[in-house]
Nanobody, 127 residues
Framework: QLHLVESGGGLVQPGGSLRLSCEASGFTSGYYATGWFRQAPGKEREGVSCISSSGSTTNYTDSVKGRFTISRDNAKNTMYLQMNSLKPEDTATYYC????????????????????WGQGTQVTVSS
């Protein structure tokens, strides 16, 4: 079983930055896409950004393009989300997820085809 743990959330002022981390443990072998999702109160969960196992393919939802950057360090079994120029509408609980081997970045991010989910970390953007 693949276990995911997020960290790095917090309270930040508009225009500020945060870096989220997602560390995997357990059955980490294999090549699989991973990604970040978020859910704000009263809203549906949305795929924020996803990345292929090699890091060569990424996907971003339109609202974060140019502000967020996804990356992963496979040696450390860790994925990151660098969030810059944060806006109040970025406020949400952020979850990381991992797909089954063979699932595309698109399928993970758009259709949430994940095999494992983290417990979430809260990001609040407010002055």
């Amino acid at each position: 079983q693949l276990h995911l743990v997020e960290s790095g959330g917090g309270l930040v002022q508009p225009g500020g930055s945060l870096r989220l981390s997602c560390e995997a443990s357990g059955f980490t072998s294999g090549y699989y896409a991973t990604g970040w999702f978020r859910q704000a109160p009263g809203k549906e969960r949305e795929g924020v950004s996803c990345i292929s196992s090699s890091g060569s393919t990424t996907n971003y939802t339109d609202s974060v393009k140019g502000r967020f950057t996804i990356s992963r360090d496979n040696a450390k079994n860790t994925m990151y989300l660098q969030m810059n120029s944060l806006k109040p509408e970025d406020t949400a609980t952020y979850y990381c997820a991992a797909a089954w081997p063979g699932t595309t970045v698109q399928d993970l991010c758009v259709m949430a085809k994940a095999r494992s989910w983290g417990q979430g970390t809260q990001v609040t953007v407010s002055s």
